[in-house]
């Protein structure tokens, strides 16, 4: 199974948003996670609250049982860590794209 590697310090913990971590997760943000992606490419900025939100669901699959407060820490330890919002985001695009949301448009100067 595809996940996108996320280091944080010492620890490194696998990524992946499956269809029932979708489905929570778009009850937690009431819209579909890709409209927050889509946000960010007019120009706007999630919410901190949000983009914790789908760590915590990318988290789910392979460490099950981590909570929101877990997550919080996370964070805390990945900017301390040398981290930042954006880098973060970085990282969520990739959880998306593993994630079956998109895919990455063709590489010039190969056949899509």
């Known amino acids: 199974m595809r996940y996108v590697e996320f280091k944080v310090g010492k620890e490194e913990y696998k990524l992946r948003l499956g269809a029932n971590e979708i489905i929570n997760l778009e009850k937690k943000l009431q819209d579909n996670p890709l409209n927050v992606l889509m946000k960010i490419e007019d120009g706007g900025l999630p919410k901190i609250e949000t983009l914790l939100y789908i760590l915590h669901a990318s988290?789910?699959?392979?460490?099950?049982?981590?909570?929101?407060?877990?997550?919080?820490?996370?964070?805390?330890?990945?900017?301390?860590?040398?981290?930042?919002?954006?880098?973060?985001?970085?990282?969520?695009?990739?959880?998306?794209k593993i994630s079956g949301f998109f895919k990455e448009p063709p590489k010039r100067g190969k056949k899509a």
């Open 59 to 96: 988290l789910q699959r392979f460490h099950h049982g981590i909570t929101l407060e877990d997550v919080t820490d996370i964070y805390d330890s990945y900017v301390e860590a040398g981290g930042t919002f954006t880098s973060l985001l970085t990282e969520m695009v990739e959880v998306f």
